[in-house]
């Protein structure tokens, strides 16, 4: 039998905070196997760290506390990037397509970038989406209504829902809080999980477009299996190894 650790509670702690931050995770029972504590110690350990605003905890264990900007703040990081994601999404886009566009600073970028004269239906929940494409040559715009919350910059709520339900798309962009090459797609908010859910249901495929921060990130509501995505957009310097645990999961990555 393995000696108790001897790691003091502060010590443990600064552990488990770098390992939140390496993983975006942890989970209360592994832990407690590596230090050789209980799982009541390691649940205090956690306890104290969410206190200090540093996890959130989950059951089973804790995420790293997420810090989300303001949408402005958002519009305005990594433009370039996001402009060169897009770019590449573009390539995906069809003459004549029903598009679902979600609300988020990429895929702003992504509506901006959309060519005129292309016979796209734009459909989203995002005012910054629709006034992109708003009035353009070649644009019709479906603006899906409910409850607009300042933190995503779209609607959601079951009005939104339902009105995403009543309508079928060639391609769906969620916007993408976090993603894994095992489990999918993850979001914050629960309701903004519905209606993500709604939309890549009423899609004949879903392409995710993930700055870099997004393949390491981890948030709190499964939205969809990693079997739901069919393209995954990332930066031409993402790690091969991920790249290729994306493709053996079946989906086609564009860098």
Not at 6 to 15: D, G, H, K, N, S
Not at 60 to 69: E, F, Q, T
Not at 91 to 115: C, E, H, R, W, Y
Not at 137 to 166: C, E, H, N, W, Y
């Amino acid at each position: 039998m393995n000696a108790p650790d001897t790691t003091l509670p502060r010590e443990r702690q600064q552990l488990i905070l770098e390992r939140l931050q390496r993983d975006g995770k942890v989970i209360a029972a592994d832990l407690a196997q590596e230090f050789r504590v209980s799982e009541d110690s390691i649940r205090r350990d956690l306890r104290d760290l969410a206190a200090q605003g540093l996890c959130r905890r989950v059951y089973g264990g804790a995420l790293l506390a997420v810090n989300i900007p303001p949408l402005g703040e958002r519009h305005a990081e990594r433009t370039e990037l996001k402009r060169a994601l897009a770019r590449t999404a573009l390539g995906l886009i069809g003459t004549g397509q029903i598009l679902f566009i979600d609300a988020g600073s990429t895929n702003t970028v992504l509506a901006k970038m959309l060519p005129d004269h292309s016979d796209l239906t734009v459909v989203t929940n995002a005012p910054d989406v629709a006034l992109a494409v708003l009035g353009r040559p070649g644009f019709d715009v479906i603006m899906l209504g409910g409850k607009l919350d300042p933190a995503i910059g779209g609607a959601i709520g079951s009005r939104t829902v339902r009105q995403a339900q009543d309508i079928r798309a060639d391609l769906c962009f969620p916007g993408v809080c976090a993603i894994d090459p095992q489990r999918g797609l993850w979001t914050y908010d629960e309701e903004e999980t519905v209606f993500k859910q709604a939309i890549i249901e009423a899609s004949g495929e879903t392409v995710a477009i993930a700055t870099p921060d997004k393949l390491v990130a981890s948030a709190t509501h499964h939205t969809a299996p990693i079997t739901g995505i069919s393209h995954l957009v990332v930066a031409s310097d993402t790690d091969a190894a991920v790249v290729a645990r994306y493709r053996a999961a079946g989906v086609t990555v564009h860098m």
